[in-house]
C-alpha cells in the first residue's frame, strides 16, 4: 500500500528557498518512480520535477530547471523537492506522486505524464510574496 504525506510547505518571499517532503509509508518505495506536480488557483495541474527508482535520474520542467532539485532517500522512504529563487508564480499547491508499477522503465517525456503516476499525496500549499 502506498501512502504519501508531504510537508514542508509555508509562505516565504520571492527569492527563498523552500524544501517540500514527501514520505511513504509503504514498502514499495525503492521500487518506483517518483514525482511532484503542482496546481495554481484556476489552472490545471502541472509536472514540475519526476526522479526514477533505479538510478535516482532527475527531470524537470522547463519552469524550474536550475532552481528545483528533486532527490530521494529510499532508506528513510522519502523524496524531496528543494526549491530556491522561488517567484510568485510558483505559488501553488504542490503534489507528491508516485508510479502505479514497479521498476518502471519510463523515462524521457514519459517522466513527466501524469498517466503513470497513480498514487498521490494530499498536497501540501507554497505560496510566494512578490
Known amino acids: 500500500q502506498v501512502q504519501l504525506v508531504e510537508s514542508g510547505g509555508g509562505l516565504v518571499q520571492a527569492g527563498g528557498s523552500l524544501r517540500l517532503s514527501c514520505t511513504d509509508s509503504g514498502s514499495t518505495f525503492s521500487r518506483r518512480n517518483m514525482g511532484w506536480f503542482r496546481q495554481a488557483p484556476g489552472k490545471e495541474r502541472e509536472f514540475v520535477a519526476a526522479?526514477?527508482?533505479?538510478?535516482?535520474?532527475?527531470y524537470y520542467a522547463d519552469s524550474v530547471k536550475g532552481r528545483f532539485t528533486i532527490s530521494r532517500e529510499n532508506a528513510k522512504n522519502t523524496v524531496y523537492l528543494q526549491m530556491n529563487s522561488l517567484k510568485s508564480e510558483d505559488t501553488a499547491v504542490y503534489y507528491c506522486?508516485?508510479?502505479?508499477?514497479?521498476?518502471?522503465?519510463?523515462?524521457?517525456?514519459?517522466?513527466?505524464?501524469?498517466?503513470?503516476?497513480?498514487?498521490w499525496g494530499q498536497g501540501t500549499q507554497v505560496t510566494v510574496s512578490s
Open positions: 526522479i526514477t527508482w533505479g538510478d535516482a535520474r532527475p
Open positions: 506522486t508516485a508510479a502505479g508499477g514497479i521498476f518502471s522503465s519510463a523515462q524521457g517525456r514519459a517522466m513527466g505524464d501524469g498517466v503513470q503516476y497513480t498514487f
